[in-house]
């Protein structure tokens, strides 16, 4: 079995003066899809933030592609190319101007000092073909500020896809969108990871989903309450612990 | 007769060794602010260059009182602003325009009450509320020039980085930007550029160089580096505009340029084919 792509152990994150999550320790391994789960405020998103840096964390250590993350967030550039964040909801200042072109243009990139045409032809090719892949090529020179929430979502999939990555990191990524868009983004999703050897950790309310297609299940809540395969952790029991008992009637009812 | 008279006038004065100085000043000072503003407006910043060359009578005092030359004091002054506004910023969280307001107000309070004793500055304090272009000399131009340079080669090498900063924060720091280094770094280069051209254009009209440009290009581009280059360009434009219109008909530079953006930005809302903002 290959190296496991992000190793989390005794992970504790403190928001203001309480501990949003306490020591909580996990794999991912390559090429497989994990799911964190749990109630609203069970420092689901905060984990993932710690993880990646953009909160500092109060203990515990963090390894992605076998390299630590350094207490104050630093990685290895190199690293850092092989990772792709998708926030829950992807809010901006939709007065920006920036085309979508421009926009999946940026997941191409480095982000250290570099003139601004470096790559040049290398980035169009490489821009060019991650839209075709989500199907959106015919949006390149629209602003991202019009597109719709199914294709803002499509067009996040083409900033990750733009360049060859191992760990892809979604926050709740579907949120915002109807049954509909949301099915369609999880079925590319789902091709995309497959096609390109992806190993995703992604927060998701979405249990049935999470039941269906991902491999590995981590119940949340501050702590980690349980990991393992969906079929072994999403039992009324261990759901009980994480969401309390008032959810698993109410799913059981349903 | 008479217009053929004025012509040759309007010519003769664009001949002169301090006007010279004066169009390239003004010119490098507009690129400067429209390059810098175009960042400054996307980051809701705007107010920060009004406010940091209001601050600038605080640096102004503390030089007047120990006996050194004011145009000196602001550049140390202005990076002192800066890591002081971005300091708050981080460690309380408050609101920018607010924050600001605390800086600027008190620092303009406390720059009066050091000047009110000295009464003989009373002359400079006009000189620094409006600025002088006329005045500029070649040592000016020089610093002038090297901050172009210095904010062309910031904003060239980091250009990603600052896009991807830009619209979205968290997406920065896990691709590996350093936010804090970035955001000072960047924050320094306005004050510099603020502290250098608050001689030339005054307290008052600083932030105007920054922020109107820069509300000009975004009426008129529809991607992020066509906004740069036509604010950068729409800010050396307004210059050169405002500085033949000062000429034409004797009328005050500064003031002259800012109402040349404004009727830049009135043109940009009014054309037919305007990059309508997508919201």
């Known amino acids: ?254 | 007769m008479a217009i053929q008279a004025e012509f040759t006038r309007v010519i003769d004065l664009l001949q002169l060794p301090f006007m010279h100085r004066a169009l390239m000043g003004s010119v490098l000072t507009g690129f400067m602010g429209g390059l810098m503003g175009s960042f400054t407006i996307l980051r809701q910043l705007s107010f920060f260059s009004d406010a940091l060359g209001e601050s600038a009578l605080l640096g102004i005092g503390v030089g007047v009182l120990l006996g050194l030359d004011p145009s000196w004091v602001i550049l140390p002054f202005a990076v002192l602003f800066a890591l002081g506004v971005a300091y708050f910023l981080e460690r309380t969280h408050l609101w920018t325009d607010a924050l600001l307001n605390i800086v600027c107000s008190s620092s303009l309070a406390i720059g009066i009450i050091l000047l009110s004793f000295r009464d003989d500055y009373k002359g400079g304090i006009t000189h620094l509320l409006f600025g002088d272009i006329l005045a500029m000399r070649t040592t000016d131009l020089v610093f002038s020039g090297m901050m172009l340079v210095a904010c062309v080669i910031f904003i060239g090498l980091t250009l990603r980085s600052q896009i991807l900063l830009t619209l979205h924060e968290s997406m920065a720091i896990a691709r590996g930007v350093s936010v804090s280094t970035q955001r000072t770094a960047f924050i320094v280069l306005l004050s510099l550029v603020v502290g250098i051209s608050i001689k030339a254009i005054g307290v008052l009209l600083i932030s105007a160089f920054v922020v109107i440009p820069a509300c000009a290009a975004r009426l008129l581009s529809r991607t992020f580096v066509q906004y740069i280059l036509i604010s950068a360009g729409l800010g050396a434009l307004s210059a050169v505009i405002g500085m033949i219109v000062s000429a034409v008909f004797d009328l005050p530079s500064g003031p002259s340029i800012v109402t040349a953006q404004l009727a830049i930005f009135l043109l940009a809302m009014l054309a037919p084919n305007r990059r309508k903002l997508a919201l």
């Open chain 1, 1 to 254: 079995m290959s190296d496991p792509v992000l190793v989390v152990n005794g992970v504790t994150v403190y928001r203001e003066a309480y501990a949003a999550v306490q020591n909580v320790s996990f794999t991912v391994p390559a090429g497989m899809d994990t799911a964190i789960v749990g109630p609203n405020g069970a420092g689901k998103s905060t984990l993932i933030q710690a993880i990646l840096g953009i909160l500092p964390r109060r203990s515990g250590d963090v390894f992605v592609l076998g390299q630590p993350l350094s207490p104050s967030g630093k990685l290895s550039p190199a690293v850092r190319q092989q990772i792709a964040y998708l926030p829950q909801n992807f809010l901006f200042d939709r007065r920006i101007p920036i085309t979508v072109r421009e926009f999946v243009g940026l997941g191409w990139d480095r982000l250290g000092l570099q003139l601004p045409w470096t790559g040049g032809k290398a980035r169009r090719q490489a821009v060019q073909q991650a839209l075709t892949q989500v199907d959106a090529w015919h949006l390149h020179q629209q602003p991202v500020s019009a597109l719709s929430g199914g294709e803002l979502k499509r067009i996040l999939l083409a900033y990750c896809l733009v360049r060859p990555r191992r760990l892809l990191v979604l926050d709740e990524a579907p949120a915002g969108l109807d049954v509909r868009s949301e099915s369609e983004f999880y079925r590319l999703l789902h091709q995309l990871k497959k096609d390109q050897g992806w190993a995703i950790l992604q927060v998701s309310h979405d249990l049935d989903m999470v039941r269906r297609s991902c491999d590995r299940v981590l119940c949340i809540n501050r702590t980690l309450l349980c990991q393992g395969t969906p079929d072994h952790s999403l039992t009324p029991e261990n759901l009980s612990l994480a969401y309390g008992p008032e959810f698993v009637r109410y799913r059981h009812s349903c």
